[in-house]
């Protein structure tokens, strides 16, 4: 069975979100079935179906987030010694050279990935370009619109 890295936080977080799933949504999605169940028919009852749907929804999203969990190679980039290098966990600021847009990324696993909270996954080719260079460096990015040159300005570990 193949591991696929996570940071501490990211494990946190889908743990939390398990833990309300549950301890609060299903023992509240119970409810709502068996208070709909006692509307009578349940053909036409909207409340019902309602609360049958969302229970599919929390349950699917239970066994993702287990699977994700065991097969989590959990790593806290606060514990490790990378000497100045970029690693899975680091965050990471890098200047664009061609626009000296500064850019602050985190390098995550596929499952905590999000671009808006400059989150990007271990895979991207953003993530490629810089794993194992460090502050000073240049990372030359293959995008579709042509390369893009970065500038590592400064490496954290947080």
Known sequence: MEKHPMTKEGADALQAELNKLKKEDRPRITKAIADAREHGDLKENAEYHAAREEQGLVEARVSQIEGALSHAQIIDVTKLNPGGKIVFGATVVV?????DDELTYKIVGNEEADV???KISVNSPIARALIGKEEGDEAIVQAPSGNIDYEIVEVQYI
């Open 116 to 118: 808006k909270l400059n």
């Open 95 to 99: 200047v664009n050279l061609d626009t």
